[in-house]
């Protein structure tokens, strides 16, 4: 038997529902879950998570037969098979928190994904990486290597993953590198996104003097730090919190927010539409 996710998202008609519950019922498959949401009834745009169970299943065989009604709805639409385990490419630099908590995700099963190497363009968490036996590739950059570096990481990561993930990488990927890729990149951004983007949130926070800090997980886009937001996480601080406080915090901030992102992610539970969201409960 095999596990499959269909995300679906066309604009809203009669009988979205039936039509596809009907199709899954004419390839003998039982349906373990489902989620839907439309943004307006009249006139808006329809999203679905829809689990199923089938005795085989061939990926060429089901696009094929879903491709009519998917056709006819004006659907965006994939199938996910759990069979296909995710491959997480990671890219970090100096900070090792969100790397160090997503190693122990996917060491202990928490997380169902494989990370098949990490890229830094620091030294610093080589014997980390490499404890867990991971490749770890060591690409340093500066603004004259840049592009060098970045045809770097395309040829790693191109054909040997299936998104990336930035966990406290702190470098701006550019806009040809996310166009070459062509897949998903998740970026850990720490502040409480809109709020203080760019360089040193938590100082532009204390100096703001805010009562709630927060950290932002988002995919990637050309423009910094303004891709759509996967999860959001927060905590209150005080007039009494320093910058560096202020950062302790923010660090769990940041690994739960990635980390959720990522289940998500690696879930099928998001499903993007513009420059928003919709991240369906586990």
Known sequence: MEKVILLIQCPDQHGIVAQVTQFIFQQNGNITESNQHSTDLEGGRFYMRLGFILDTADRTILEGAFSPLGKSLQAEWHFHFESD?????????????????LLYRVSSGELNATIPFVISNHETTRALV???????????????????????????????????????????????????????VIN????????????????????????????TAHYATMDLDEGPIIEQAVARVSHTDTVQTLKRKGRTLEQNALASAIHAHAEHRVIRHGNKTIVFEP
């Open 130 to 184: 490499e404890h867990h036996g991971i490749p770890f590739h060591h690409l340093p950059v500066n603004k004259d290597t840049k592009a060098d570096q970045e045809k770097q990481i395309l040829d790693l990561i191109s054909e040997n993953s299936d998104f990336l993930v930035m966990a406290r990488y702190m470098q701006i990927l550019s806009a040809d590198f996310l166009g070459d890729y062509g897949k998903e």
């Open 188 to 215: 850990i951004h720490h502040s409480f996104l809109p709020s203080f983007i760019g360089a040193n949130p938590y100082r532009q926070a204390y100096e703001r003097g805010v009562k709630i800090i927060g950290a």
């Open 85 to 101: 385990v995710t491959r997480m490419a990671i890219a970090v630099s100096q900070y090792d928190h969100c790397l160090v908590d």
